[in-house]
């Protein structure tokens, strides 16, 4: 097994990201939730940037606004 180095590790409000890098196969986000689940999306990066702004994405698709149901409309 290749050794596993972290490049970058962010931390938002109750939230981890961090980005490992094999030398074999590139880079890897992953997501430390408030519940302490480490999660990835299981993708390689070219760059640690590219995998930071995954983890990212992560982060604020869970965090972000509630999306009101109540004001839509159903058409047939």
Partial sequence: MTQQTVTEFIAF????????HRRTTG???WVITPELAALTDGETYPTSQD???AGRSLVYCSTG????FSRCRLYD
């Fill in 51 to 53: 995998a930071l702004e």
């Fill in 13 to 20: 409000p109750d939230w981890i990201v961090a980005v490992t």
């Fill in 65 to 68: 606004p509630p999306i009101d």
């Fill in 27 to 29: 880079f890897f986000c």
